[in-house]
């Protein structure tokens, strides 16, 4: 779900930047995304993966950071990631006992897959649209330094 993210900004960049041409902090952007770092301080700063999310929130309000939620719960050591996918929990008793597939893995495996799969085919849909735009983003890239003065040759 977090390079769906990813590609969602990376497409709406090279939207802004085709249609709008070159803009402050596109090259930034991009690099932060791809190149970014929050452990070495000689590289920028990593776009926090909340940002990547809200990228996707703009194109789907309300949807994907739910999923998003659900799906951190599972992965995280709290009462879904722990207790609810993998323990069985007795109804008035003060007892719960661990299994591999816990009392609700069917429907478990059903929600975490259907999540998934949702995020993966929005984003092959975008890494798809990305696809269409290459040749358009090429020339606005073209436009870009045709327009720019010949930088001076050292000799």
């Not at 990228?55 to 009462?79: M, R, T």
């Not at 007892?95 to 893995?105: D, E, K, L, M, P």
């Not at 495996?109 to 798809?128: E, F, K, V």
Request: net charge negative; proline share 2%; hydrophobic share 40%.
């Amino acid at each position: 779900m977090e390079t769906t993210g990813g590609v969602v900004l990376i497409h709406n960049l090279v939207d802004k930047f085709i249609k709008d041409g070159v803009f402050l902090g596109f090259d930034q952007k991009i690099n932060r995304l791809i190149l970014g770092s929050n452990v070495w301080e000689e590289l920028d700063d990593a776009i926090h993966v909340n940002d990547l999310l809200r990228e996707v929130q703009k194109v789907i309000p309300g949807y994907f950071d739910e999923h998003y939620a659900s799906l951190s719960e599972y992965a995280h050591p709290n009462w879904l990631g722990a207790f609810g996918a993998y323990g069985s929990t007795y109804e008035g008793e003060a007892r719960i006992s661990f299994s591999q597939g816990g009392s609700a893995a069917d429907s478990q495996r059903g929600t975490i897959l259907g999540r998934l799969s949702g995020s993966i085919g929005l984003c092959l849909g975008y890494y798809d649209l990305l696809r269409q735009m290459t040749e358009d983003f090429v020339r606005a890239v073209e436009a870009f330094y045709a327009g720019r003065a010949e930088p001076e040759r050292a000799i």
